[in-house]
Structure formats: structure tokens, C-alpha cells
């Protein structure tokens, strides 16, 4: 087993993506005007307040459409490069994914990007041979007890962790979203940015006590929860007081950021994906 350490990942995406009421907008233009700059503007604050430390950052390629420049200094900055998906919208099923997948080919072909986050962590069985056949090396798609790392055809799934209160589930079968199946199942998915937002001092216990039990938890934040858009609440409008379950993706978690870099080693998931084959071959 490779050394334990935080997969810190970050799934870059436009403020809006957390709504969900944009996902049927498809002008570009008008995509990019709604963003109005966020994407652009969070991302040095970010990798400054990463500074030495590497992360997965799962972009939403779109984004590499609007700022070409974005996946350039993700990648000079020494993080890995992956992808969220083109456009944000969910992706269980697996004809929507394989057009998002050809809409992204182009640029991920230019970063050798290996990596898959789903879109709100949602993704089926049929989706692996895709990711697959795509030129992906590992996916990051369910929720799941922390050192889960499994084959699926011939391609890897690194879950998001979870804390498992009562029995580890025996089986992991796709799809394995945040949900109250999960919830009620005794898994406590704390690698969500949700439960980070509500818990933040819990979460880094959590994290410290599986690293000393030697897994290495992975954990997902957006950049709108690190560098918050101007008038954020109003922006999201109405959503945010109609859905109460948003609130805690709005909380800033900079400060969390901060502690959890002080006090822990972290990597992107490329690097333990790679040291645990790299490991199981020789
Ligand atoms: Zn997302």
C-alpha cells in the first residue's frame, strides 16, 4: 500500500454548476457570460492558497473552451489535470456520457489526462469500459469506505470517502451517489464538500484517524467554497432559500484548506493510483 496521505481533488467547475438550473443552457456564450469571470479569477488564489502541495484538479472542459490558459497553469503548476466533464449535468447515463466524452477528447488528449470525476459523483457499471476505451487510467465516481481502490474492466475507482459505521459494504456496485440509501446504510460520506461545510473540525478527525489507520481518504472541494463569487447568494437567488441542502456548499472552506495542508501529507489520485500499481506489478 502505498504511503497515507489526503487525495485532495477539486472539482473545478463554474459557480452555477451548483444549481443545476443552467444545466439545459447549451449557447457557450451565454455559458460563459453566467460564469462572468469566476473560473478565471479564483484560479491563482487557489493555487497559491495550495501553494507546494499537488492536487487532482477534475476540470469542466467547457471551461478550457473559455480560458485556454486555466488547464495551462493547472498543469505547470504541478497539479494532475483531470476531467469533471464537458458540460455540467448528470452523467449516470452512459449515451450522454460518451457524447460528453467526445466533446472533451480534444484537450484532454493535449494533457494526457487519465482521470474521471462524475458530475455529482453519479456514474453507472456501463460507464468504465467508456472511460476506458477513452484513455482513462482511474475514476473517482462513487462513494465508498476509504481504501476501496478496485478494478472495474481493466480500469481503476478510488472512491470518495466514506465512514462506515456499522459493517464495510460487501458489494460497490455503481451508482453509489450521496444519498439517504447511502445514509441509511450507516456510511457517512464525509469526503463530500457537503459534509466539509457542515463538520469541517469532525471531517479533519475523521481524516487524521484514517490516516493513522493507514488508507488514504479521499476528499472533494469547489472552487467557489475556496474563493467566493461576488454576491454569491444572490446569484444563486431563489435556489439557495428553496433548497436548504445547498447552504453548505456555500460556506467558505479556505480555512479548512489551510489546516488540512499544515497538518497532513496530501497527493493527487493519479500518485497513488500509479505507486499502488506500480507496487502490485513488481
Ligand atoms: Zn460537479
Not at 472533451?104 to 476506458?132: H, N, Q
Not at 460487501?170 to 464538500?193: C, D
Not at 444563486?236 to 428553496?242: C, V
Request: glycine share 6%.
Amino acid at each position: 500500500m502505498p504511503s497515507p496521505r489526503v487525495l485532495l481533488s477539486l472539482d473545478y467547475e463554474p459557480w452555477f454548476a451548483l444549481t443545476r438550473r443552467y444545466d439545459s443552457w447549451r449557447d457557450p456564450e451565454q455559458r460563459r457570460a453566467l460564469d462572468g469571470g469566476f473560473t478565471r479569477q479564483a484560479l491563482d488564489p487557489i493555487l497559491d492558497l495550495l501553494g507546494s502541495a499537488r492536487a487532482s484538479i477534475y476540470l469542466v472542459g467547457e471551461i478550457a473552451e473559455w480560458y485556454p490558459e486555466i488547464p495551462q497553469q493547472i498543469a505547470a503548476a504541478g497539479h494532475e489535470l483531470g476531467l469533471h466533464c464537458q458540460f455540467h449535468r448528470p452523467l449516470v447515463d452512459e449515451n450522454e456520457l460518451a457524447l460528453d466524452l467526445s466533446a472533451s477528447a480534444v484537450w484532454r488528449a493535449l494533457y494526457d489526462v487519465r482521470g474521471y470525476r462524475a458530475p455529482m459523483v453519479g456514474i453507472s457499471e456501463a460507464a468504465y469500459p467508456l472511460l476506458k476505451r477513452a484513455g482513462f487510467l482511474y475514476s473517482s465516481s462513487i462513494y465508498a469506505p476509504s481504501g476501496s481502490l478496485h478494478r472495474r474492466n481493466d480500469l481503476w475507482e478510488l472512491p470518495v470517502s466514506t465512514l462506515s459505521l456499522f459493517q464495510r459494504p460487501s458489494q460497490l456496485t455503481a451508482p453509489r451517489h450521496f444519498s439517504t440509501k447511502l445514509l441509511a446504510a450507516g456510511e457517512v460520506p464525509y469526503g463530500s464538500s457537503f459534509m466539509i461545510g457542515l463538520m469541517p473540525n469532525l471531517v479533519l478527525k475523521i481524516l487524521e484517524r484514517e490516516i493513522r489507520a493507514g488508507f488514504s481518504p479521499v476528499i472533494i472541494l469547489h472552487p467557489y467554497e475556496l474563493v467566493r463569487p461576488q454576491h454569491f447568494l444572490r446569484r444563486l437567488g431563489r435556489d439557495a432559500a428553496s433548497h436548504p441542502l445547498l447552504f453548505p456548499f456555500t460556506l467558505n472552506k479556505s480555512a479548512f484548506l489551510k489546516t488540512l495542508l499544515k497538518h497532513f501529507p496530501v497527493s493527487p489520485l493519479i500518485d497513488y493510483v500509479q505507486e499502488f500499481t506500480f507496487n502490485t506489478d513488481h
